[in-house]
């Protein structure tokens, strides 16, 4: 009876007493708004740098924009999205209104955007260079052969992966405590203090992120399923 009496006093104490579920409310909400938006601002600038550098690797005159490019995803790829939201918060956004959900989800948005490009690259290149030919063939410049023939196919062929990138970018925003957000993993660090008990509430964290994962993954697995159908109809 010990156990379950102290396992009943500390989830009461990480999640009744004083309403301290709305802190995780808040927490969850405000780390759905980070991912979101950052997901958005990421295929966005992934869709873009993946564009150039295929379009520069087929041309000469455009080598300097695949080294912009490759440039770009080496300094995001090889440092920690922490010190990438720290730099970002201290050096450009040092206004004392600054909105810290915007700031993560920017910072945020361009760390996805580095591997988004190479996921939507690999999309692109693993479609039949005739799809190209036959765009520019009906009279299409190469932009809206990109846009109407081969990024709709790409999509396709990369949406797990997209899906992952998503799927990683949440839990990453747990770091977004850093710059005084309180998402879902500080929310739990606040609870933990006032409760004198750090573990119970972020075992609650853990399952929330849990939960989020694996509804996120039911959506993705539905929407396969569908492109799925749709190819045979």
Request: with cysteine.
């Amino acid at each position: 009876m010990g156990f379950f009496e102290n396992f009943q006093s500390a989830l009461y104490q990480a999640l009744i007493q004083d309403d301290r579920y709305l802190l995780y409310v808040n927490g969850i909400i405000k780390t759905i708004e980070i991912s979101l938006l950052a997901i958005i601002i990421g295929i966005a600038i992934g869709l873009v740098i993946a564009v150039c550098k295929v379009a520069s690797s087929n041309n000469k005159h455009l080598k300097w924009l695949n080294i912009i490019c490759n440039l770009y995803i080496t300094i995001i790829r090889g440092t920690p999205v922490m010190v990438q939201l720290l730099i970002i918060y201290n050096l450009i956004f040092t206004s004392r209104n600054t909105n810290e959900v915007v700031v993560g989800a920017i910072c945020f948005g361009i760390n996805s955007g580095a591997y988004v490009a190479e996921i939507i690259r690999a999309g692109i290149e693993s479609i039949d260079i005739g799809q190209m030919e036959a765009g520019r063939c009906l009279g299409l410049n190469y932009i809206k052969t990109m846009r109407y023939i081969i990024i709709p196919q790409a999509i396709k062929n990369i949406l797990p992966a997209l899906g992952n990138e998503f799927i990683v970018l949440i839990k990453e925003t747990s770091v977004a405590g850093m710059i005084a957000v309180t998402e879902l993993t500080k929310a739990a660090q606040l609870v933990g203090n006032m409760s004198y008990r750090i573990l119970p509430p972020l075992f609650i964290a853990a399952v929330c992120y849990l939960i989020m994962v694996l509804g996120l993954t039911k959506l993705l697995n539905v929407m396969e399923r569908r492109l799925a159908q749709s190819d045979r109809g």
